[in-house]
């Protein structure tokens, strides 16, 4: 192979190789952490099994990218599923569910400035951000954010941490006092560390168990995300 063709294949295997580790897709196995397992991310945050009664002012405020099939698999796998003909992002469809169970008012997180529509594009944007420290102004405002008591709070793995446009979200509304329930699909990596960042951005906030998944299982989670929700003690 010529040092041409070499570097024409190279080119080739880049987005999909950003793609990956956008994405989170690490060496771990893709195996669901839901349930019990490890879903506290060991915070040292104010934990609760269960949310006391079921009379709340519920928010769902979630993350969600859904970017277009392009052919690459494993990137869309990551942020798109198609379920009864309708597509989702994978963290909107899990924010779909936790909606249509609990009654929870539905808010998509997103950043004045739309991220690209390209996996490769995204990637090193979403890396650069990670890198700098850049948390990215948001066309999203919650007028009425104080009326809630409960929030679920959503978001996919980006580069083995939440997406930059969640650690705005925490630095424009005060959660001291309210319940903040996570839910993230991921690409094997689990939580990531993620519960503890949120758990030292917002110290006077309780954390009740939350849900993270697998991506490849999100489209067939509906029935255990209702599970989940009984088990908080959020629906009956």
């Known amino acids: 192979m010529t040092a041409a063709e070499e570097d024409r294949v190279m080119k080739a295997y880049i987005p999909f190789f950003l793609a ?24 040292d945050a104010p934990v609760e099994g269960v949310v006391p009664g079921t009379d709340h002012h519920i928010l769902i405020a979630y993350f969600s990218e859904p970017l277009p099939d392009n052919g690459v698999d494993a990137a869309t796998s990551a942020s798109r599923l198609v379920v009864n003909g309708d597509v989702y992002g994978s963290v ?11 009654g929870g008012d539905r808010v998509c997180i997103r950043t004045a400035e739309p991220y690209p529509q390209d996996y490769s594009a995204l990637a090193e944007q979403a890396n650069n951000e990670c890198q700098n420290d850049v948390h990215p102004a948001l066309a999203t405002h919650i007028d ?19 997406p930059m446009a969640m650690y705005t979200f925490f630095d424009e509304y005060d ?20 519960v503890d960042d949120i758990a030292e951005m917002e110290p006077s906030a309780t954390f009740v168990n939350g849900y993270s ?24």
């Open 213 to 236: 998944i697998s991506r490849n299982n999100v489209s067939e989670s509906a029935d255990d995300i209702r599970s989940w929700l009984q088990q908080i003690g959020i629906i009956e």
């Open 92 to 102: 909107e469809y899990m924010a779909s569910i936790i909606g249509e169970a609990t």
């Open 144 to 162: 009425n954010f104080a009326d809630y008591d409960v929030i679920f709070v959503g978001y996919p793995i980006w580069w083995y941490q939440m």
């Open 20 to 43: 990956c580790a956008l994405f989170a897709c690490t060496a771990c196995s893709d195996n669901d952490n839901n349930g019990n397992d490890d879903n506290n991310d060991n915070t």
């Open 175 to 194: 959660f001291a006092g309210k319940t903040i329930i996570p839910f993230s699909s991921h690409g094997g990596s689990g939580w990531s560390g993620t």
